[in-house]
């Protein structure tokens, strides 16, 4: 079955550090960027970062308000791909995605296969 | 950052109305823009994407458009299966930005 499973959400303080991590099954994941996105509670989406693939050396791009505290890594033989969450926040405080980045044959992007989330709670 | 400004930010229509909700970029984007349907406790689903190529498995009802500023998503005779909220990503550049969301209820 194609699909991303995140998991390692949970209560953290803050200050604190989490790693989250999204399983990837069914497809060549090492094909793919991937992207996280989070969304508050009862807010809209946010899109935190991207990773790319080998060919593009791995590079990464984030959403600037969270630059220098997450950090978007892969792990292609584990068809793994995670997000280090450093000095958070509570406003940190969503479901955090994990989605993979399809191109069609023209090129063009869109995320197309979404896991089901992961909860990440800051707070004292 | 391209801000996304996306409305009307909830709408409430009957079975078989037309739908349309609009989202304007604070820049030019080409066409790289595409569309999400979110049920409530779900992950997004991605409906549209380029501004106007439908997703395999996605409803003809559901249909992009619009140019560099200007997009529309429109669902052509909306179900009762629509209800959800809908958000518009643009991917024109880093970072990604969405807009902030359509709730759709069914009257």
């Known amino acids: 079955e194609v699909q991303l499973v995140e998991s390692g959400g949970g209560l953290v303080q803050p200050g604190g550090s989490l790693r989250l991590s999204c399983a990837a099954s069914g497809f060549t994941f090492s094909d793919h960027f991937m992207d996280w996105v989070r969304q508050a509670p009862g807010k809209g989406l946010e899109w935190v970062g991207r990773i790319r693939k080998k060919p593009n050396n791995y590079t990464t791009e984030y959403a600037a308000s969270l630059k220098g505290r997450f950090t978007i890594s892969r792990d292609d033989s584990n068809n793994s791909v995670f997000l280090q969450m450093n000095s958070v926040k509570t406003e940190d405080t969503a479901v955090y995605y994990c989605?993979?980045?399809?191109?069609?044959?023209?090129?063009?992007?869109?995320?197309?296969?979404w896991g089901q989330g992961t909860m990440v709670t800051v707070s004292s | 950052a391209i801000q996304m400004t996306q409305s009307p930010s909830s709408l409430s229509a009957s079975v078989g109305d037309r739908v349309t909700i609009t989202c304007r970029a604070s820049q030019g984007i080409r066409n790289d823009i595409g569309w999400y349907q979110q049920r409530p406790g779900k992950a997004p689903k991605l409906l549209i994407y380029a501004t106007s190529s439908l997703q395999g498995g996605v409803p003809s009802r559901f249909s992009g458009s619009g140019s560099d500023t200007d997009f529309t998503l429109t669902i052509s005779s909306l179900q009762p299966e629509d209800s959800a909220t809908y958000f518009c990503l643009e991917d024109y550049g880093y970072p990604l930005t969405f807009g902030g969301g359509t709730k759709v209820e069914i009257k």
């Open positions: 989605a993979r980045v399809w191109s069609d044959s023209s090129g063009r992007d869109a995320l197309n296969l």
